[in-house]
């Protein structure tokens, strides 16, 4: 069944720890993509990646990290220093070439405790 | 700064009635925009999309609209059915070397009355 896998859907951590959220898909695409999303809020784009070993900040990258050693796999660490933390995360992939829509996983709802 | 406004947070309309979602935007480097439609706790799916060069993109029962001149779009849902229901998002993207990371607005929660 090809798309993109968003897990967990729910994530609980204490306040000052690093968490790790996973996205992965089997569309082949190139470019993958994190958003967060607040309450009454648009998506905000956290960090992107074009290509395996390569990727580019976003809008709101302070407190996060990625990382993109496979085409597949896209994970994103939300580190201490993210003030804010509590959101929902959502990932994306977008097939070569412009003007192409992205296509978002299901979402990880991410709260500190 | 908000580069993409969807000035009315929620719109009532009657089923088998014409929906119209506005979007505005001003940043004129944008030469891509999308609209998609979100339930809670899901990710975003993807509607409709229209290159800055066309002025109309049609799909069914969905149209979106572009009006550069003003830096407007909107998406007519026609007839609007109940499952219309939902979150619809304003999306806009401009090259960022090809990735393309898109820029957001606020939403609208179309909501389909019986």
């Known amino acids: 069944d090809g798309g993109i896998t968003q897990s967990p859907k729910y994530l609980f951590r204490k306040e000052g720890q690093n968490v790790t959220l996973s996205c992965e898909q089997n569309?082949?695409?190139?470019?993958m993509y994190w958003y967060r999303q607040d309450p009454g809020q648009g998506l905000r784009l956290i960090y992107y990646?074009?290509?395996?070993?390569?990727?580019q900040k976003g809008d709101i990258a302070e407190g996060y990290s990625v990382s993109r050693e496979k085409k597949e796999s896209f994970p994103l660490t939300v580190t201490s220093a993210q003030k804010n933390p509590t959101a929902f995360y959502l990932c994306?992939?977008?097939?070569?070439?412009?003007?192409?829509?992205?296509?978002f996983g299901d979402g990880t709802r991410l709260s500190i405790l | 700064d908000q580069q993409v406004k969807q000035n009315s947070p929620s719109l009532s309309v009657q089923e088998g009635r014409i929906s119209i979602l506005n979007c505005d935007y001003t940043n004129s480097m944008f030469d891509y925009f999308l609209w998609y439609k979100k339930y809670p706790a899901e990710g975003p799916t993807f509607l409709i999309s229209i290159s800055s060069i066309k002025d109309k993109n049609e799909d069914g029962r969905f149209t979106v609209f572009l009006n550069k001149s003003a830096k407007h779009l909107s998406l007519h849902i026609v007839p609007s059915q109940p499952g219309d229901s939902a979150v619809y998002f304003c999306a806009a993207s401009a090259p960022r070397g090809g990735a393309d990371g898109l820029t957001f607005g606020k939403g609208t929660h179309l909501i389909i009355q019986p």
């Open positions: 569309l082949n695409h190139d470019a």
């Open positions: 994306a992939t977008k097939t070569q070439g412009t003007r192409q829509p992205q296509h």
């Open positions: 990646s074009q290509i395996v070993n390569d990727f």
